[in-house]
Structure formats: C-alpha cells, structure tokens
C-alpha cells in the first residue's frame, strides 16, 4: 500500500505547494518519525521524502488549487492586458534609456563646467603671482632702510653674550 502513495522531495513539494524549502524542511523536521517522511540513500547522502498525501493535509487549500481555466469569453481581455503590459514595459525601458542619455549630458557638462572653473582659478593664480612678484619688486632689498625711516638700531648684546662673546 505505500508503495502507491507518491513521495516528492522537499524541492519538488515546495513547488507543488508553493511554499520555501525551508518551510518543508521544517514540515519535515517536525515529523522525521512519521510514515510520511521517508530517508533515501543517494550516492550524495541522505534524501527527505515526503508523503504526497500529508502534504495535501497539511496545505489544503494549496493542493485544492488547481491550475485555472480562463474562460473562453475573458481571453480578448486577457490579450489585451497583456498588450498593454508590455506596451507599458516597452515605455518604461524607453524612459530609463532617456534617462541614461541625460545623465551622460549631465555629466559632460559637469565635466566642462569644473574644467572651466580650474581654468579661471589658474588665471587668478598666475594674476596673483604676477602681481606679488611685482610687489616684491617694489620692496627694498634687506639691509637698507626704507626712505623716510631711520635705521634700525642694532640690537644690544645680552649679558651672557658679552661674557662669553657669543
């Protein structure tokens, strides 16, 4: 008698009930010592089985569901969803594809913008190097004394410096 009955593996009673393996596997674990689970020897090591009946008791309103029917009357409109599906698919990667391109826009005008701002800052650098050169240029050379002020006095030797003559 229980060779009629039908044993799926945990992948294949995932499927059926359209639930994770490790829902099944949990099922499985819950009633390892069960004649509704069997071990199965594979040159890989051990395989679950599990009773094709207990899986229906266990989910029945999954195994009541059976693949449905459309109605011969619901098949234009069905047509036409699906044309509208995919009327709707094809706009959207249309739209993405539009999106790519401004943002390739985007970013070559970032591009430009940034280098004309390095441009403009290295303009103001060399301005403002030529600038300090000439500054420099009007300055006096150390060790002459600026017109109009008096010479600096020369610093006075500390006590210590005139002792040991440093």
């Known amino acids: 008698m229980e060779d009629t009955i039908a044993f799926l593996t945990i992948k294949q009673a995932a499927q059926q009930v359209n639930k994770s393996e490790q829902t099944i596997r949990r099922l499985v674990k819950q009633h390892a010592k069960t004649s509704h689970i069997r071990v199965e020897q594979t040159p890989k090591g051990s395989t679950y089985l599990i009773s094709q009946a207990f899986l229906a008791q266990q989910y029945p309103s999954l195994s009541e569901q059976l693949p449905m029917l459309v109605e011969p009357a619901l098949v234009p409109e069905v047509a036409e969803l699906q044309r509208q599906l995919a009327e709707r698919d094809q706009t959207i990667q249309q739209l993405q594809n539009r999106l790519l391109e401004q943002n390739d826009v985007l970013n070559a005008l970032t591009n430009q913008v940034n280098s004309q701002r390095i441009g403009r800052i290295e303009e103001l650098i060399l ?21 109009g002020l008096p010479s600096p006095e020369p610093t006075k030797k500390r006590f210590w410096q005139r002792v040991f003559g440093k």
């Open 127 to 147: 301005s403002q190097n030529e600038q300090l050169g000439e500054l420099q240029k009007r300055l006096p050379e150390l060790g002459t004394a600026p017109l």
